[in-house]
Each structure stands twice: as structure tokens, then as C-alpha cells.
């Protein structure tokens, strides 16, 4: 079992820059794939990224892709989210979750750990 806490979000303008944090417990960590989600007001939860055990492979969402890079340090038990190029349209919650598996890492209803997610606010 893992449980995870997301820090990092906040209050940015539209071009600027964020780095989330997902931290785990337990000393499994680095069996978990873990990705990146995020919910705006009066949208369904999306896929943002994902990053296999060991960090070898990674996945994102078309319109993250070059703006976001996800990465992990299993020495810490964290998985990050550094986010470039903010867009107002990138306002939401931001959850990160767990899985063992790989297969389905871009499918949110495959995970079944997560976190509490951290607020992003991208002003105009």
C-alpha cells in the first residue's frame, strides 16, 4: 500500500513555471508506476503524465507534451511535475496517483492510489 501528498501548486501568471511534488510512503515506492492527473471546475478528471518504475519510460498527454516533464527520484519516494510554458487553460486540481503495472498508465480509472491534489491557478 502507498500513500501519496501533492505539494507544490499555487498562484501563477499565464507563461510561467510550477514544479509539483508527489510524495510517497512506504518502502515500495519504486514498485509503483505513478501519473499525473488534473480536474477542472465542471470537467472530468484527464491524464497528464506518467512515469514507469525505475523512470525509464514516460508518457504525456498530446497537449503537455514540451511544456511538462514528469521525472522521479525513488531515493526520495517523489515524483515531479515540472510545468513550463503555463496556459490559463492549465487551471485545476492536479492529482498524482499509484499502480503496479504499466499497461493502462494514461487510463485514471487502472490507478488506485491517490493523493489529495494541490491547486493550480494560471491568472491571464
Known amino acids: 500500500q502507498v500513500q501519496l501528498v501533492e505539494s507544490g501548486g499555487g498562484l501563477v501568471s499565464a507563461g510561467g513555471s510550477l514544479r509539483l511534488s508527489c510524495a510517497a510512503s512506504g518502502r515500495t515506492f519504486r514498485s509503483y508506476v505513478v501519473g499525473w492527473f488534473r480536474q477542472a471546475p465542471g470537467k472530468e478528471r484527464e491524464f497528464v503524465a506518467a512515469?514507469?518504475?525505475?523512470?525509464?519510460?514516460?508518457f504525456y498527454a498530446d497537449s503537455m507534451k514540451g511544456r511538462f516533464t514528469i521525472s522521479r527520484d525513488n531515493g526520495k519516494n517523489t515524483v515531479y511535475l515540472q510545468m513550463n510554458s503555463l496556459e490559463p487553460e492549465d487551471t485545476a486540481v492536479y492529482f498524482c496517483a499509484a499502480k503496479t503495472t504499466l499497461s493502462g498508465a494514461t487510463n485514471l480509472y487502472d490507478y488506485g492510489y491517490w493523493g489529495q491534489g494541490t491547486q493550480v491557478t494560471v491568472s491571464s
Open positions: 512515469i514507469s518504475w525505475g523512470g525509464s519510460s514516460t
